[in-house]
């Protein structure tokens, strides 16, 4: 199984930008779609951006599209989340995840098999 960690989150102010990283190891992901979700405090955990395992399709959630890029970087096994003109509203926990075997992407968190631990991300006004 895929073993993903997070990096990369923090405080940071309105505006301001952040990259997380989400490294893969126990096997190559190269071949699968990944995702990263958010959770806030007390909220369900949301879909933020999805993309193919070629990197040549992407989906993002309406709110933050704009704003936020994934990317990946297959000979790294790492996927990338720039995130520009953050919001206080974009404080959240941010997952990594993967569609082990999938390389299609999905939108919904039950039809992604592997985890990261997640990274904080706050945002103050």
């Known amino acids: 199984q895929v073993k993903l960690v997070e990096s990369g989150g923090g405080l940071v102010q309105a505006g301001d930008s952040l990259r997380l990283s989400c490294v893969a190891s126990g096997r190559t992901i190269s071949s699968y779609a990944m995702g990263w979700f958010r959770q806030a405090p007390g909220k369900e955990r949301d879909l933020v951006a999805t993309i193919d395992w070629s990197g040549t399709k992407t989906y993002y959630a309406d709110f933050v599209k704009g704003r936020f890029t994934i990317s990946r970087d297959n000979a790294k096994n790492t996927v990338y989340l720039q995130m520009n003109s953050l919001k206080p509203e974009d404080t959240a926990v941010y997952y990594c995840?993967?569609?082990?075997?999938?390389?299609?992407?999905?939108?919904?968190?039950?039809?992604?098999?592997?985890w990261g631990k997640g990274t904080q991300v706050t945002v103050s006004s």
């Open positions: 995840a993967c569609r082990e075997g999938v390389a299609s992407i999905a939108t919904m968190s039950d039809l992604y098999n592997s």
